[in-house]
């Protein structure tokens, strides 16, 4: 049995590697499930029992590089707390108002590939967002209990990860009316464009405009968040 296992985890690798040359060269468009079979030098049935669509592989290969990303890495092994859920909403800001400052490069085009996945059958964004959910779900909503907890948010009814998702697209389609080279709508200059949309976003959820001013003007970038949030544990 664990001969078997192992023969199929390094089948599974094969494709893996093959697929992401694929996806580097030709972009999602371009690579075909038959492209990434030759490229791996294996029959397109023996890459379906492994993953049974294009988008399934295409998922596998985001996930795996977010998982192996330092600073996701960092963002999980946070202390759950006010200043993390901070963190966590600046972050998704950030990532998302940043790809559309390079709209040829590969974030820009999972934002327009998220949204045309969900036009059509919507299996990418399904994957997707199971994917995020996994990774980010758990600190999301043990640090939204933290932050209620301190008196910085007021409980929200319902489902507290879809406050999570609620903001995830909020931010989402902010992005995708600027991505085009003349934008679909062009926002009023703002001298910090990025936290005016955390403060939306963080009144949203239930964080006070007291908490909202104290944490976004001293809570410290991700890349020194993390030791400095543990040191104060």
């Not at 997707?128 to 007021?154: N, Q, T, W």
């Not at 931010?171 to 990025?194: C, G, K, N, Q, W």
């Not at 007291?210 to 030791?227: E, G, K, Q, W």
Request: aromatic content about 8%; glycine content about 6%.
């Amino acid at each position: 049995m664990s001969t078997i296992r192992l023969t199929s985890d390094l089948r599974r690798e094969q494709i893996l590697e093959a697929a992401k040359r694929c996806f580097a060269l030709y972009g999602f468009a371009g690579t075909t499930t038959r492209s990434v079979a030759q490229a791996a030098g294996i029959s397109e049935g023996l890459l379906f029992k492994h993953f049974p669509t294009k988008a399934a592989l295409y998922t596998e290969i985001l996930a795996e590089a977010c998982e192996a990303d330092p600073e996701l890495i960092r963002l999980r092994e946070l202390k759950p707390s006010t200043a993390t859920l901070v963190i966590l909403i600046r972050e998704m800001v950030v990532h998302f108002i940043r790809a559309t400052d390079a709209p040829d490069q590969e974030d820009a085009q999972r934002v327009r590939l998220l949204i045309s996945s969900q036009l059509t059958d919507g299996e990418f964004a399904r994957l997707l967002y199971d994917k995020i959910g996994d990774l980010i779900g758990p600190i999301f909503k043990a640090s939204l209990e933290s932050a209620i907890e301190a008196g910085d948010v007021e409980r929200v009814e319902g489902e507290s990860l879809n406050l999570f998702w609620f903001a995830h697209q909020v931010v989402h389609m902010i992005a995708l009316a600027r991505l085009p080279a003349t934008p679909s709508l062009t926002y009023p200059s703002a001298p910090d464009f990025e936290r005016q949309i955390c403060q939306f976003i963080l009144r949203g959820i239930g964080m006070s405009g007291r908490a909202i001013n104290s944490y976004l003007d001293t809570v410290p970038p991700l890349s020194d968040a993390a030791v400095r949030i543990a040191e104060s544990a």
